[in-house]
């Protein structure tokens, strides 16, 4: 049974720094590309970051390209997002998810993903 965990969220100050965690269990998550999402209250899922399996390419919506870092950790089946330069408008629901097909493309519309975690609040505000 495909697993996705996410955790690291919580409150924190306008320019302050979150890192956020993926653990996969019953998959390897390296196999695969891996994508992070974010939901605010009233507001459609957004695509946010995605990460390569075969080549290691990440992918970044433009509204955090420069302050956001994807990246993995293939001994701990661990995927993360690194947040920087935090912002109000950053406060979401946090989820990743999993592209099954290696026919895929890593990108950030959130049709192209088969499982998906519970997601971790991440609160913005001083």
């Known amino acids: 049974q495909v697993q996705l965990v996410e955790s690291g969220g919580g409150l924190v100050q306008p320019g302050g720094s979150l890192r956020l965690s993926c653990a996969g269990s019953?998959?390897?998550?390296?196999?695969?590309?891996i994508g992070w999402f974010r939901q605010a209250p009233g507001k459609e899922r957004e695509g946010v970051s995605c990460?390569?399996?075969?080549?290691?390419?990440?992918v970044y919506a433009g509204s955090v390209k420069g302050r956001f870092t994807i990246s993995r950790d293939n001994t701990k089946n661990t995927v993360y997002l690194q947040m920087s330069s935090l912002k109000p408008e950053d406060t979401a629901v946090y989820s990743c998810?999993?592209?099954?097909?290696?026919?895929?493309?890593?990108?950030?519309?959130?049709?192209?993903?088969?499982?998906w975690g519970q997601g971790t609040q991440v609160t913005v505000s001083s």
């Open positions: 990460i390569s399996s075969s080549d290691g390419n990440t």
């Open positions: 019953g998959v390897t998550l390296d196999r695969y590309h």
């Open positions: 998810a999993v592209i099954e097909s290696p026919y895929r493309l890593c990108m950030l519309l959130p049709s192209e993903y088969d499982y």
